[in-house]
Every structure is written in structure tokens, then in C-alpha cells.
């Protein structure tokens, strides 16, 4: 039995409504269906013979001019769906929604432990030390500090050589975990459509920018499971518990298949754990924070840890007793927490994989 929890955020939509930009709100209507074309169509329908959409503007060309683009087509049971490429446009669009909006210094700088070979110059300079490649050397700083110094005569010494700064681009293994159980849908806000969007953001920063890198996406609610990159359109919650222990194992597993040396997982959640898998059973307790849970839950963020797995927790919900286990959870493994809200999850999201993946070279 398929279950859907569909919401949308009035606000948002009466901002795409007022720009009249129908492309985006085709794509966020698609997300929140599930990745139902047709659904999403119809939704649009509904808005304009409700007066949201003025009648001038031709909705069924709109819909024509998807086909004409091949981004939808007909399946194999005559319904509208995504081809390949409108997979690849929400990628893009979720993109530039995302990275567009990020702030200098939004989720801080956090160095890495490993680097790979790339390197990158900052425009930052410092004074020359012995040993510095000659290359990195700012020609045009170094002359304004000996005319400086020789109050307009040019006699260059030592002293005046200034170096630009430099990064290693380092080689990430990342997988993404989301939690799909009720709570994510509930008490109106929709929390999945942004995890989705994140999802869609990473993959298409690192398949366009950090194709060394690897992305993994995984789900969880009394199970977890790993899901194919071109599956993220389609996620939807359901009627399930929160198995954050076996998110972290499947996790852990996925990270072991890679050769990059910086292994980390994003971990969106906006509730605690909930449930634990012993053999084929799962362990559900929905009341408090049941111990046998929280205790076995904690023991895998200690394993990621001994296997250098930091995990960054983007944490959906402020209750008190839940931010003191996210807060014991960072503590044993060595990693973040972030409290934030769907609205800016992508942006911390995004901020916080390209900071880390960099180190400041002296």
C-alpha cells in the first residue's frame, strides 16, 4: 500500500504565483507530488480556476511545451511522466535555487583531515616564507610594498614579496540520509520536499563540479534503503517510525566502497529514534526516548567514529530533550549539528560539503 502526505507552503506559492514564473512552480508542485507529472498538472489547473493563475495565461501550451522539450512524456500507461531530462532540470533548478541564495560564512568553516592532489590559489595573500613555490608569488603586492617602503623608488627585497594563499581540493565520500517517517509530514510543514531539493542540489554540484567525488542517497523509517540518485524526485514519507541506527550502518557500509579519504554523512532528521532492526524484527517504542534505542542508536555513532565517518546532523526539530541527544550523538562522534529550519536546511547543506572539502594551505 502506497502512502502520500502531500503539502504545500502557501507562502511560497503565492511568491511563484506573483512572478508568474510557472516553470518553478511546476517543478516545486512536482516535488511535492512525488514526482507525479500529471498530479502536478492538475494542481496548476486547480489553480487558475480558483483565480491564482490568470485565465490569459495558456496553461495547456505550458504543459505542450514540456513535451515539445521532452522533459515529460507519455509512459507506458498513457500518463504524463518525467523523461531523463526533466530529472535532470529539477537537478539543475534545485541547484541554483539553493546555491544562489548561500551567504558568505552561513555554516563556517570546518577543515578537513585529508587532501587529495588538486590545488586551488585564493586571492588572499601573506608574506613570503622560504620555501614558497616562486609561482605563487603577487607581483603587483610585492612592488606596491617596496614602493612603499622606498617612499616611490623601486628596490625589491625579501621583506616586500608577498604569496598567495592556496587550498587542496579534497575527494569526498558522501551519503545523504533522510528521514522519511511521519514526522516529517506532519504539523504542517512540509520538511521532505526540502530535504528532496538538497538532494537534488549535491547531486548536481557533484556530478558538474567534484566529479571525483561519490554521492550516496539512503531513506529511513523502520527500515533503511538505498535509493538510486534518479529516485529523489519520487521520495515520499510515510507511515513509519525513525530507524536512525540502521541509517548509520547502511551508511557506513555505502562509505567502505570508496577509496576517497574523507568519509562523511549528512543526517536530515526532524525527530529521535524511534526504532532498531534485531535480526529480521524491528524494535519500535514511540514514546520518550527509549533507552535500549538511544543506547544501541549511539553505539553505531561510535563505530562511523573508530572508522573516521564524521556526521553532520541538520536537525529539523528545537525540542529540548531531542537537542540533548543530537548533542551527546555530535559529541561521541567528533562531528556537527546544525538546528536549522526547512527553509535555509539546503543552504547549510550546500555550504557546509564545499567548506569541508577544502584546507588552507600555509
Not at 502512502?3 to 503565492?14: C, I, K, Q
Not at 554521492?215 to 529523489?232: K, P, T
Not at 529540548?320 to 561521541?332: A, S, W
Request: glycine share 6%; hydrophobic share 40%; aromatic share 8%.
Amino acid at each position: 500500500m502506497r502512502h502520500r502526505y502531500l503539502h504545500l507552503d502557501p507562502a511560497l506559492v503565492e511568491q511563484l504565483l506573483a512572478a508568474l514564473d510557472l516553470m518553478r512552480l511546476f517543478n516545486e508542485l512536482l516535488l511535492a507530488a512525488g514526482g507525479d507529472a500529471e498530479q502536478a498538472m492538475d494542481w496548476m489547473r486547480e489553480l487558475q480556476q480558483r483565480g491564482f493563475i490568470s485565465e490569459a495565461v495558456d496553461l495547456e501550451a505550458f504543459f505542450a511545451e514540456l513535451e515539445r522539450q521532452r522533459l515529460v512524456s507519455p509512459d507506458g500507461e498513457g500518463r504524463l511522466a518525467l523523461t531523463a531530462a526533466g530529472e535532470r532540470r529539477i537537478r539543475q533548478a534545485a541547484f541554483e535555487e539553493i546555491f544562489t541564495s548561500l551567504r558568505r560564512g552561513a555554516a563556517g568553516y570546518h577543515p578537513t583531515h585529508a587532501h587529495g592532489e588538486g590545488v586551488e590559489r585564493l586571492p588572499e595573500t601573506r608574506p613570503y616564507e622560504f620555501g614558497d613555490d616562486l609561482h605563487r608569488i603577487d607581483g603587483g603586492r610585492s612592488i606596491q610594498n617596496a614602493l612603499r617602503r622606498n617612499v616611490g623608488e623601486l628596490s625589491l627585497a625579501e621583506e616586500d614579496l608577498e604569496v598567495y594563499e592556496t587550498e587542496h581540493l579534497t575527494a569526498c565520500a558522501t551519503v545523504l540520509a533522510i528521514d522519511v517517517s511521519h514526522s516529517m509530514v506532519l504539523y504542517g510543514e512540509d520538511r521532505i520536499t526540502p530535504a528532496k531539493k538538497v538532494a537534488l542540489a549535491l547531486t548536481e554540484l557533484i556530478t558538474t563540479k567534484y566529479p571525483k567525488d561519490s554521492l550516496g542517497v539512503l531513506l529511513f523509517g523502520d527500515r533503511a534503503q538505498r535509493v538510486e540518485l534518479a529516485d529523489i524526485p519520487y521520495i515520499q514519507a510515510g507511515p513509519y517510525h525513525t530507524n536512525t541506527r540502521e541509517a548509520l550502518q547502511l551508511a557506513r557500509g555505502m562509505l567502505a566502497r570508496h577509496k576517497q579519504p574523507n568519509k562523511q554523512i549528512f543526517l536530515i532528521t526532524d525527530g529521535k529514534p524511534s526504532a532498531i532492526t534485531e535480526g529480521r524484527e524491528v524494535y519500535k517504542n514511540p514514546f520518550g526516548l527509549d533507552l535500549k534505542i538511544v543506547n544501541r542508536t549511539l553505539e553505531e555513532v561510535d563505530q562511523c567514529r573508530r572508522q573516521g565517518v564524521v556526521i553532520t546532523t541538520f536537525m529539523l526539530a528545537t525540542d529540548p530533550t531531542l537537542t540533548q541527544f543530537v548533542e551527546k550523538l555530535t559529541k561521541i562522534n567528533r562531528g556537527r549539528a546544525y538546528f536549522a529550519s526547512p527553509y535555509n536546511l539546503g543552504e547549510f547543506i550546500l555550504a557546509d560539503y564545499i567548506r569541508n572539502r577544502r584546507r588552507r594551505v600555509h
